[in-house]
C-alpha cells in the first residue's frame, strides 16, 4: 500500500535536528582539511571571533538554513519519498549552500575571499565538499518522517518505524 503525501515536503523539526547534523559534519570536514594542511576559510573568526562566530554559525546552520530548505523543498527537483530523491535534494541545495557561502565569505570579512580561492584549490574544495555534504546529511535527516525509513528505500524491508522485524 503506497503512503500518502498530504504535505511535500518535511516537518521544521526534523529540518533543524538534520541541520544540527550537518553543521556538525560541516565542521568535521573543516577540520579535517585544517589537519591535512589545507587552509580553513575562516567563516568563524570573521564572524566575531572564535566562540561568538562558531556560536552564530551553529545557529543559521541549525535553524536558519534547515528552514530555508523546507521552503525550498517542493521546487528541488527529486521525489519526495524516497532517499534517493532527498539525497537528491539535498545535493542540490549543498551546492546552493556552497554559492551562498562563497559569495558571502568577501563580504563578512572572511580571510578565504570569493569561493575560499585565497586560501588555494584546497581551501576552495574543502568549502564546497562541506557545504554540498552539509546539505545531504541535512536532508537525509529531514526526509525520515512520516514512517520513511531509509533502508527499506534502499530495498531492505522490514525496517519501518513502528513494524517489528
Do not use: D, N, Q
Not at 585544517?34 to 580553513?40: I, L, Q, T
Not at 549543498?94 to 565569505?105: F, H, N, S, Y
Not at 572572511?110 to 574543502?126: C, D, K, N, P, T
Amino acid at each position: 500500500m503506497r503512503k500518502t503525501i498530504l504535505l511535500g515536503r518535511p516537518s521544521l523539526v526534523l529540518a533543524t535536528l538534520g541541520g544540527a547534523a550537518g553543521v556538525l559534519f560541516f565542521g568535521a570536514v573543516v577540520a579535517l582539511s585544517g589537519a591535512a594542511g589545507v587552509a580553513a576559510p575562516g567563516v568563524t573568526e570573521a564572524i566575531g571571533g572564535m566562540w561568538i562566530g562558531s556560536i552564530v554559525a551553529f545557529l543559521v546552520g541549525w535553524l536558519v538554513v534547515p528552514s530555508l530548505m523546507v521552503a525550498a523543498w517542493k521546487a528541488l527537483p527529486g521525489h519526495a519519498e524516497s532517499l534517493a530523491g532527498a539525497l537528491l535534494k539535498g545535493l542540490l541545495f549543498g551546492v546552493v549552500v556552497w554559492v551562498a557561502a562563497g559569495l558571502l565569505l568577501p563580504l563578512i570579512g572572511a580571510r578565504a575571499g570569493l569561493f575560499g580561492a585565497a586560501e588555494g584549490i584546497g581551501g576552495a574544495l574543502a568549502l564546497l565538499v562541506a557545504s554540498v555534504g552539509y546539505g545531504v546529511v541535512t536532508a537525509a535527516i529531514a526526509s525520515m518522517g512520516g514512517g520513511m525509513a531509509p533502508l527499506e528505500s534502499l530495498g531492505w524491508e522490514g525496517h519501518g518505524a513502528g513494524r517489528a522485524a
